[in-house]
């Protein structure tokens, strides 16, 4: 992976109008999570960008599954992921990103290991009106030592915060990229995936630079390997 993509060039539209068998110039497949808490837009952001007909394992909600699922803030959502989505989209320079979304309720745990399985990296939206429905989610990414980027996923009636402070709310490294964006927007969807494989070339780059001259802070300072 030579650098980071700076656009893409999808099939279709994200509304599945794409080809079904990868491009000819595909060089690297990538599975990435989109992960989050329930209601939070998983579904809709892989439908926006997928440039085949995403697959979704979707659920009505029933008298039960509202009994043990948190619909405060979601009180319009009718249906729920029960397994994964999954879409593909392809990037510039031959990448292509296999998009896993993960459930977001807390009885599907035990499905974590399976999914992440492979996973390079994790896109995990965030929703500033539910932000401690957040945590659960992030703190199952990090214990799987998986690199992830947050986008915070835009909605009419979110206050609006600064990026400080979502940064503190969240306890975020300094190093893991935010970005707001809307899941509904191809555009928006596409940045945000962006900004998570942009971070994991900077991530990769930096763990398999050659040790160089140590600086004042004792960090080698060699350069950059050209592809990953």
Known sequence: MASAPSSCSTGGTGTGGGGLHLPDTTRELVKILVAGPFGVGKTTLIDSVSEIRPLHTEEHLSEL???????????????????????????????????FGTPGQERFR?????????????????????????FDVLGLV???????????????????????QLRRSLDLEPGTSMVVCDARDTNSSIDALLALVQQLIAGHAAKAAPAGPADATGIGTGPLPETW
Request: hydrophobic share 45%; no cysteine; aromatic share 8%.
């Open 65 to 99: 599954s509202v009994a043990v699922d948190d619909l405060a803030g979601v009180r319009d959502k009718t249906t729920t992921t029960v397994a994964i989505d999954f879409g593909r989209i392809s990037l510039e320079a031959g990448i292509v990103l296999y998009l």
């Open 110 to 134: 035990s499905l974590w290991a399976d999914i992440s399985h492979g996973a390079l990296g994790a896109l995990v939206l965030i929703d500033s009106r539910r932000i401690d429905d957040s």
């Open 142 to 164: 990090e214990e799987s030592g998986l690199p992830y980027a947050v986008a915070l996923n835009t909605f009419p009636d979110a206050r609006t915060y600064t990026e400080e």
